[in-house]
C-alpha cells in the first residue's frame, strides 16, 4: 500500500513522486514487435508495480487491479487501449529483461528515498513465506530490504540464495540508498567491518546488533558494560533510557544503557567512527511467567 499512498499524496500535489516512477521506467526496450503493440510498456510496468506492492501476486490479480483502478491509473499513463488483459502482463513480463528491469527499479528506489527524507532505516532479511516448494527441489526465497520506519516504506528487496548470503546483499542494497543523514539499524548477521564502513562512507550513521558471530567484540562490549555499572555506583550519572509498556495482561520494560568509554574495546580502530557501545535489557511478564533477555 506504500506506492498507492505515496502516488494519492502526489496526485494532491503533497508530493511529487510519480513522474520518477514514470522517468526511470520510460527508456526500457521493449520486446514486443512494434506493430503488435497495443499497449504501452510503461503502462504495463507501472500497472503491475503498483499491483504487486499491493499485494497481488497472479496475472489475473494485477489485470483486475488495473480495471479497478483506471480512472486514478488514467490521469498520469496513457492506456491508449484500455487496461492490459491479464495474458498480455504474462507475456510482456515473460519475455523482459530482468537485469535492465532491475536497474530501472533501483534508479526509483534511489530517488524515492531521497524524496520520502529517511531518518531510520531497519535492514533485515526474511523468508518469503511461501516460497518453499519441495515438491520441486525450490528453496525458499529470502530477501534483504530496508524498512523506512517513519515512512513506513519497504525499500530496495534484494533476492539471495539463503540466509548466509545476506552479508554480500546488504552492500548491494546500501548502494541504491541514500542514506545520508539516516540511521541505519542492521541485525548480528550484518555486523561486519565492511558494512559499518560502507555506511559511514555514504553519509550515515550505524547501529549494529552483536552476537556470539562477533565472539570478541562481544566479550569486549560485555565486560565495557560491566565495568561501566560496576564504577557507576547508586549516584552514578548514567546514559541510560528505561520505558514500560503494560497492555493485554503483559507487562514490558526496556532499559538500554550506552558506554561510551572506549578503552576496553580492542579493535575499535577497525570501526568507523565508533562513539559507542549498549546493553538492552528487556523484560517482558505475562501473568506469572517473566522473561529477561539483554541484547548487545
Known amino acids: 500500500m506504500a506506492f498507492l499512498c505515496l502516488q494519492l499524496q502526489a496526485s494532491r500535489g503533497q508530493i511529487r513522486t510519480l513522474p520518477v516512477i514514470t522517468h526511470h521506467f520510460r527508456d526500457r526496450t521493449d ?16 500497472i503491475a508495480i503498483g499491483a504487486v506492492i499491493c499485494g497481488q501476486q497472479a496475472w489475473t490479480e494485477i489485470a483486475f487491479y488495473g480495471q479497478d483502478r483506471y480512472d486514478w491509473l488514467k490521469t498520469f499513463l496513457r492506456l491508449p487501449n484500455g ?32 524524496a520520502t527524507d529517511l531518518k531510520h532505516l531497519a535492514i533485515d532479511g526474511k523468508a518469503r513465506r511461501g516460497s518453499l516448494d519441495r515438491a520441486h527441489g525450490q528453496a525458499p526465497l529470502h530477501l534483504v530490504s530496508a524498512w523506512a ?9 534484494v ?16 548502494k541504491v540508498l541514500d542514506i545520508v543523514g539516516a540511521i541505519v539499524t542492521i541485525d548480528a548477521l550484518g555486523c561486519q567491518k565492511d558494512i ?10 550505524d547501529v549494529l546488533a552483536v552476537k556470539d558471530k562477533q565472539p570478541r567484540l562481544l566479550e569486549d562490549i560485555q565486560e565495557a558494560v560491566a565495568d561501566h555499572l560496576d564504577r557507576l555506583g547508586p549516584d552514578g550519572d548514567a546514559s ?57
Open 31 to 46: 520486446p514486443r514487435l512494434g506493430r503488435l503493440c497495443r499497449h504501452e510498456l510503461l503502462d504495463i510496468s507501472v
Open 83 to 114: 487496461i492490459p488483459s491479464h495474458d498480455t502482463f504474462r507475456y510482456v513480463f515473460s519475455r523482459l529483461d530482468p537485469a535492465a528491469f532491475q536497474r530501472c527499479f533501483a534508479g526509483w528506489l534511489e530517488a524515492l528515498s531521497k
Open 149 to 157: 520506519t517513519a515512512n513506513h516504506l519497504t525499500l530496495g528487496p
Open 159 to 174: 533476492a539471495v540464495a539463503d540466509q548466509s548470503n545476506e552479508i554480500t546483499a546488504i552492500p548491494r542494497l546500501l
Open 196 to 205: 559499518a564502513a560502507q555506511v559511514r562512507e555514504q553519509g550515515g550513521d
Open 240 to 296: 541510560c533510557l528505561e520505558t514500560v509498556d503494560v497492555g493485554q495482561g503483559r507487562k514490558e520494560g526496556r532499559t538500554s544503557t550506552l558506554v561510551t568509554d572506549l578503552s576496553k574495546i580492542r579493535d575499535r580502530e577497525l570501526w568507523p567512527d565508533l562513539h559507542g557501545v549498549c546493553i538492552a535489557v528487556n523484560e517482558r511478564t505475562v501473568g506469572e511467567e517473566t522473561s529477561r533477555e539483554a541484547r548487545y
